[in-house]
C-alpha cells in the first residue's frame, strides 16, 4: 500500500525525532553512528528560510551516513530540500495532501493515536509508507495529550497494513515491554535530545532494542507491524 522510495523501513528500528539545536550536524552523527537508522527534524518556531536551512544541513548529515530524512509536517518544504520524506499529525495537511506534494518517490508517515485514526486512514487506503502509534505515555513534546498505554500499541500493530513506530518514553528500561505488546519500530526523542553523550546514548538504546527483538526472531519485514 505505501511507497518506500528505495528505503526498506522493515529493516530499520530506531527513529530519531529531533527540533534543531545549535549542535544538530554534530549530534545527528553522533546519534547515527550509535545505531539511528531514520531521522525526522521535527521544528515548529523557525521562520521557512531558517527551516530550509536546517533541514538541508540534517539532509546532508542523513545522506552522508545513508540514512533517511524525513521534514515534519511541511510536505512544501520537504520538496523543496529535497528530504526523503513528510510526517504528517492528525492536525497537519492530510496524508494525500503530503503524497500529492512530495510525489510517489517519497516517504509519508502519519501520526495516530487511536483505533478510530487508524481505521480512517485503512479506510481511505491513505497514501502512507508508515504510522506512528502513542504517545504510550504523557510527553513533554506533545503536551496535553493523554498517554495510550501498551494496548493501542498492541491494536496498531495487529490492524495496521503498514509499519508501526511505537512513540512516547522509548529509552532502554521501557522497550521490552513494547517489545513485547508487539512493537518492532521506535521513535526515541527525550532519550537522546537530553543526553550529554548522545553517541553513547545512542548506543545503548539500539542495543536494548536488539536485544528485545532478536531472541523472537523479530528483524521487521511488511504486514502488521514491520
Known amino acids: 500500500m505505501g511507497r518506500t522510495a528505495g528505503w526498506d523501513l522493515g529493516a530499520r528500528r530506531l527513529y530519531l525525532c529531533v ?15 550509535g545505531g539511528v537508522d531514520l ?11 531558517r527551516l530550509v536551512r536546517r533541514a538541508r544541513l540534517a539532509r546532508r548529515v542523513c545522506a552522508d551516513h545513508g540514512v533517511p530524512f524525513v521534514l515534519n509536517d511541511r510536505p512544501d518544504l520537504a520538496e523543496v530540500v529535497g ?35 487508524l481505521e480512517v486512514a485503512t479506510r481511505e487506503a491513505a497514501p502512507v509508507d508508515y504510522i506512528s502509534a502513542g504517545p504510550v505515555v504523557p510527553t513533554p513534546t506533545k503536551p496535553g495529550r493523554t498517554g495510550t498505554g501498551l494496548g493501542y500499541v498492541t491494536e496498531a500493530v495487529g490492524r495496521s497494513p503498514w509499519p508501526v513506530w511505537v512513540t512516547g518514553g522509548v529509552e532502554p528500561g521501557s522497550v521490552g515491554a513494547m ?11 527525550r532519550w537522546l535530545t537530553g543526553a550529554d553523550d548522545p553517541l553513547t546514548r545512542a548506543r545503548e538504546l539500539r542495543r536494548a532494542i536488539d536485544d528485545a527483538l532478536e531472541p523472537a526472531g523479530a528483524g521487521g519485514g511488511a504486514g502488521a507491524g514491520a
Open 19 to 33: 527540533p534543531d539545536r545549535p549542535d544538530l550536524e554534530h549530534f545527528l552523527a553522533a546519534c547515527i553512528t
Open 179 to 189: 517489545a513485547a505488546a508487539g512493537a518492532r519500530h521506535f521513535v526515541v526523542v
Open 83 to 117: 528530504a526523503d520524506g513528510v510526517h504528517v499529525g492528525q492536525e497537519d495537511a492530510s496524508a494525500a495532501e503530503a503524497r500529492r506534494v512530495v510525489g510517489g518517490g517519497a516517504l509519508v508517515g502519519l501520526s495516530t493515536h487511536a483505533v478510530r485514526e
Open 39 to 49: 531521522v525526522q527534524l521535527r521544528e515548529k518556531d523557525l521562520d521557512d528560510d
